[in-house]
């Protein structure tokens, strides 16, 4: 492979990751312009935010504690060192508190607000040409395999977090590339998440939106870190939540082969 074969590469790959981004962008567009559906899109995600706020804010007051805790070898240490390291291990803690609570966060605001975006979601499928031979599925029957797929998602993103709080030990990679690795991770599951309802109406699974997500993984990336890192802004999660699921209503189309213009 040459030198211009990896920078075209390169290229293609940076252009569908910024697409991504941009379908984000494409969804708080669409969620915008309709206005009876802003409040009923907030309003799940805004209970279950204070919840999770509360959670993490917790996690916040008693890290140091925590990181001692985590640490009882460097008890014996000088100051500067045992210091150094319980600094490193508060921030792999929190890291790994982020990436899980987003997550979680997403999936039970999910189901909590199922009716409110289930609502978006087909009013995207309905701007940008339907979806044919839609499978309706009873409200309790979605609820409970959704609850399903994302606690395999939730558990599977905890396995992924625990090598990377590891990491967060390390000096500077704790602290440069591990935050990077942690975001993509998050996004990941994120859109794989978000993308739920408008598999679940063509009647595929978790294993299919893998197969889909995978096919244009830079696009879904782009779209799964640009919504992971507006979930880390305060309130972000409360007021994106509903923009993010037209957002992925776009991306599940894109995977598929389905048209993305308005009809």
Known sequence: MNARTVTTSASHYAGQFLSGVGLLIRGVRTYAGSPGLVLLGILPAFVTGVLFVGAFATLAYFVADLASVVTPFADEWSGGARGAIRVFAAAAMLGVGALVGVLTFTAVTLAVGDPFYEKISEQVEESHGGVPNAVEVPWTRSLARSVADSARLVAVSVLVGIPLFVAGFLPVVGQTVVPVVGAAVGGWFLALELVSAAFYRRGLRLAERRQALRKVWPLALGFGVAVF???????????????????????????????????
Not at 242 to 251: E, I, K, N, S
Not at 252 to 259: D, F, I, K, Q, W
């Open 229 to 263: 890192v507006v979930f880390l802004i305060p309130l972000g999660a409360v007021f994106f939540t509903p923009a993010a699921v037209a957002g992925a209503t776009l991306l599940a189309r894109r995977s598929l082969g389905e048209p993305t213009a308005e009809a």
